[in-house]
């Protein structure tokens, strides 16, 4: 059952105070955080089903924003508890070319979803409860782009939608590229490398956009709160230096990389007590 109201906007205090995030997210990731993993490596199927966590959210997001409507009925359950997912609408594009580009990555991340279900069978985890409206109001007051009380609707307009986009795409980038070195099926480990493929493909796209429509400073404010939240320089905006940035990487030009630990942090947005991450009950799964 999809949930597509927007409930009053809580009390964000806490974490995701601007004032207060670096040193709260520093020392969540020095202490293990949220996403702690045991000294053994984590299995084959339990970083597929982190990853399917992932896919899930972006897939709502997208197939929200071009149909109304998120992931089929028959791509959602699971094992631990299936979620609801508040906030989420059609947006109003008003250039046909951003129209595409958003069906079109709609289309890959359902297919990521119905990939790594058909991979994992029956021990693919149930789509977790996903935010897509008090998460983004948190998150844009924390980086300084709303006051106190206002709210931000990602599904508002395009330019809205683009910048929504952006904080996912780098994200899973880093995710996958963290995730890689986990995994001990040669199989499995080629088809992560070509899901990190199609998703640096649309993060480049979306960080093109965003360039091209001169929403440099906006992607700056959002990646610096993503870097405090995973407790390192892993990530910039769109322009740097003045110039224009749609790769962001390390001094090596290498893609950078981050652990499960770091990417919880970021989409829970602080931690799971918090309640205003991008999945309020945490995601299913032994990484969470």
Known sequence: MQVNTQPAVPNRRGFLRAA???????????????????????????????????EYLEAEYYLMAVNGTGLPSTAIGGTGTQGNVVGGGVVPFKTPAIEQYARS??????????????????????????????????????????????????????????????????VGVTAYNGAAPLISSKTYLAAAASILAVEAYHAGSIRTLLYQLGLGQQTAKISAVRAA??????????????????????????????????????????????????????LNGAIA
Not at 121 to 139: C, E, H, K, Q
Not at 145 to 151: N, W
């Open 105 to 170: 990555i709609a289309i890959d991340e359902l297919a990521h979803v119905e990939f790594l279900r058909t991979a994992l069978g029956s021990g693919a985890v149930a789509r977790p409860g996903i935010d897509l409206y008090n998460s983004f109001n948190t998150l844009w007051e924390a980086a300084g782009l709303i006051k106190t009380g206002e709210t931000f609707n990602p599904f508002a307009d395009e330019v809205s939608f683009l910048l929504g986009a952006y904080v996912f795409e780098d």
């Open 20 to 54: 207060g995030l670096g040193a709260a997210a520093a020392s969540m990731v020095a202490t293990g955080g949220v996403g702690a993993r045991a000294a053994s490596a984590p299995s084959d199927a339990a970083i597929l089903n982190f990853a399917l966590n992932l």
């Open 229 to 282: 939240a995973s407790g390192a320089a892993d990530d910039q905006g769109v322009v740097m230096n003045g110039n224009a940035n749609i790769t962001p990487t390390n001094t090596n030009a290498l893609a950078f990389s981050r652990t499960t630990t770091q990417v919880l942090n970021i989409v829970y947005l602080g931690g799971a007590s918090a309640n205003y991450g991008f999945f309020p009950a945490g």
